[in-house]
T-cell receptor, first 113, second 114 residues
Framework: KQEVTQIPAALSVPEGENLVLNCSFT??????LQWFRQDPGKGLTSLLL?????REQTSGRLNASLDKSSGRSTLYIAASQPGDSATYLC????????????FGKGTKLTVNP | DAGVIQSPRHEVTEMGQEVTLRCKPI?????LFWYRQTMMRGLELLIY????????DSGMPEDRFSAKMPNASFSTLKIQPSEPRDSAVYFC????????????FGQGTRLTVV
């Protein structure tokens, strides 16, 4: 059974800092891994999706990496801004035909001005 | 495109009442998912449909929960009778076959059962 863990549960940083959010998963037989952002009272916004054959994906100030063998992914945010404050969720879709996403519980990020 | 549309956004109901949550997926998306989010358990898949057919309902917690997709543009999640432990945020998501960007989520319905 796939389990996804995100550490830390909460993170507070000053504006301008580069930061890394971590995601680990127990079963390396994944189809893809997705990072989402969730603002309070809102839905999920997809940030980056990494296929199992890829090592990283980049979008603007965001870079996500994937290491299947170690069961880890990181989301790197460069030059953080107060507008980046949100909860970041990692979700894994396993191989084998299932469409199910297994989510971590998220890291709540606060960027202080 | 307006995205995935869920209604209502908020629902407060009394224990024992029937609750119906609604979802309109993005046009052209043939996969539709219902997720539930709680503080304790995070986001969990309840059920998903492909071309209006339920494929995996193993996440539906009890027989009190049922979901339907009568056509490609509408789905419902029904709880009957509702209980306080059903209080959560319920999300609907959709995506096309082979979608390289993954699933698109609605804004969610916050359900409170008192």
């Amino acid at each position: 059974k796939q389990e996804v863990t995100q550490i830390p549960a909460a993170l507070s940083v000053p504006e301008g800092e580069n930061l890394v959010l971590n995601c680990s998963f127990t079963d390396s037989a994944i189809y893809n891994l997705q990072w989402f952002r969730q603002d309070p009272g809102k839905g999920l916004t997809s940030l980056l999706l990494i296929q199992s054959s890829q090592r990283e994906q980049t979008s603007g100030r965001l870079n996500a990496s994937l290491d299947k063998s170690s069961g880890r992914s990181t989301l790197y945010i460069a030059a953080s801004q107060p507008g980046d404050s949100a909860t970041y969720l990692c979700a894994v879709r396993s191989q084998g035909g299932s469409e199910k996403l297994v989510f971590g519980k998220g890291t709540k990020l606060t960027v202080n001005p | 495109d307006a995205g995935v549309i869920q209604s209502p956004r908020h629902e407060v109901t009394e224990m024992g009442q029937e609750v119906t949550l609604r979802c309109k997926p993005i046009s052209g998306h043939d996969y539709l998912f219902w997720y539930r989010q709680t503080m304790m358990r995070g986001l969990e898949l309840l059920i998903y449909f492909n071309n209006n057919v339920p494929i995996d309902d193993s996440g539906m917690p009890e027989d009190r929960f049922s979901a339907k997709m009568p056509n490609a543009s509408f789905s419902t999640l029904k709880i009957q009778p509702s209980e306080p432990r059903d209080s959560a945020v319920y999300f609907c998501a959709s995506r096309p076959t082979g979608g390289r960007r993954g699933a698109f989520f609605g804004q969610g319905t916050r359900l409170t059962v008192v």
